[in-house]
């Protein structure tokens, strides 16, 4: 395939050296004329692994331009990797991105068919359709002259060439998630079958970018934190307390990255409590602390829901009241908690749980058939049974996604974690 990759910088480079190695085409394109040059005679621009060894190696396969035309016209495909610097409030900038897209449109309209435009620079949630909406208003049609995706680069400076052949996930967003398998089969050729992929909308793209970093500064700061603890107490080792949570099966995989209800049960909320009494953390490092509120803002996001689309006389009916499942324990359960706050402000809430003692009807038949609200607060597997004509008419809250493929695009669904607007 022929493809240009718009910024031509040190990570442009890399992708154009790994798609490259497996048999694409590259026009690199950038504003500064040193690049250009040195791409030309196959010198790297910039000091990265295998960069120049691979550039004399693709070195027929990989050329350099500052002209927009010569890159556009050529070829069927465009990565973007502008960069886009951070503002004073913490967001990106898309200027460049905006320029590369100006000046692309005049050939984009004189292409016989679509051009895919795919963004790989980092952008703040909310661009990709922005970017959409200005190539539109500038008389392209999508389909016609452009498709446009976000393919965001998961790279580590020292790596990066290695990390667009090998990587751990791709990620691509589209304004259709059908039109995603275009460039899905594209990657697969590259990285193969054994990657994850993720494909989704604009917006679940964006998000996912910028949390999956997120979440790695998250673990780097409580690693830290836990390291200076241990400073602070004679025989304490950091990496042998690091080594009992390296080696939990909760901590490796997805089992505890779903977004439900808060944690509970009686070990959990204790032992945060317990290590922030032992550490005494400052206000600046007590992590605990801001972990405790947002599992208690659950409750209040839930409750608020819940509010909304109230009406004076509805039935609530509460399936789920254990903190989590196969157990009858409520103590510090979410579910309990919601269902007592319900029934001080909305009347009587009939609750139902295959375990736990509180429940108040014996089958969760009865709650759904004498309800005209349901929330599913704990997600036990018999509730997978319920039908879809069992909860038809019904305002549903379903705090773990348990019925979003049986009640997807019912205007009464509402989950927790999902924005349907």
């Not at 320029?99 to 980092?122: A, G, W």
């Not at 505890?256 to 049960?265: A, I, S």
């Not at 801001?290 to 208690?296: C, E, K, L, T």
Request: aromatic share 10%; proline share 3%; glycine share 8%.
């Amino acid at each position: 395939m022929n493809i240009s990759i718009f910024g031509f910088g040190k990570v442009g480079t890399a992708l154009g050296v790994a798609l490259a190695s497996k048999g694409h085409n590259i026009i690199g394109v950038d504003i500064n004329e040193q690049i250009v040059k040195d791409i030309n005679r196959g010198i790297a621009p910039f000091p990265e692994k295998n960069l120049e060894t691979l550039l004399k190696q693709y070195s027929k396969n990989i050329s350099a331009t500052k002209d927009y035309e010569e890159a556009t016209m050529g070829t069927e495909t465009s990565f973007i990797l502008a960069p886009t610097l951070s503002t004073k409030e913490g967001s990106f900038d898309n200027k460049y991105l905006y320029e590369i897209f100006e000046k692309n449109i005049p050939y984009l309209k004189e292409k016989k068919q679509s051009h895919s435009l795919i963004v790989s620079s980092t952008v703040s949630p909310g661009s990709m359709e922005k970017f959409q909406e200005f190539l539109r208003e500038n008389g392209l049609e999508e389909g016609e002259n452009f498709d446009l995706y976000y393919n965001p680069a998961f790279i580590r400076q020292g790596s990066i060439i290695k990390d667009f052949l090998f990587p751990d996930v791709v990620l691509i967003g589209g304004s259709e998630e059908t039109k995603n398998k275009k460039l899905e089969d594209f990657w697969r050729g590259i990285v193969g079958n054994e990657i994850p992929f993720v494909t989704t909308n604009y917006i679940n793209s964006e998000i996912g970018k910028i949390a999956l970093n997120t979440f790695v500064t998250l673990k780097i700061s409580f690693a830290n934190l836990i390291g200076g603890l241990c400073e602070r107490h004679r025989g304490a080792n950091a990496d042998v307390v690091m080594d009992v949570i390296r080696e939990s099966k909760q901590i490796v995989g997805k089992k505890l990255l779903g977004p439900g209800l808060g944690y509970g049960g009686p070990c959990l909320p204790r032992d945060n409590n317990a290590l922030r009494a032992f550490a005494r953390f400052s206000k600046e490092t007590d992590l605990g602390k801001v972990v405790d509120s947002v599992n208690h803002s659950v409750v209040n996001r839930v409750i608020n829901s819940v509010e909304n689309f109230y009406k004076k006389g509805d039935r609530i009916g509460v399936l789920g009241l254990a903190y989590k499942t196969d157990t009858y324990l409520t103590t510090e359960s979410q579910a309990l908690q919601i269902a007592d706050i319900l029934s001080k402000r909305f009347g009587e809430v009939k609750t139902y749980d295959p375990m736990a003692k509180e429940r108040t009807c014996n089958t969760k038949e009865e709650v759904i058939e004498n309800s005209d609200i349901v929330l599913l607060l704990t997600p036990w597997p018999e509730f997978s049974e319920v039908s879809y004509d069992q909860l038809k008419g019904k305002k549903i809250y379903d705090a773990w996604r348990f019925w979003e493929k049986k009640l997807n695009g019912e205007k009464n669904y509402h989950a927790l974690g999902i924005n349907k607007s």
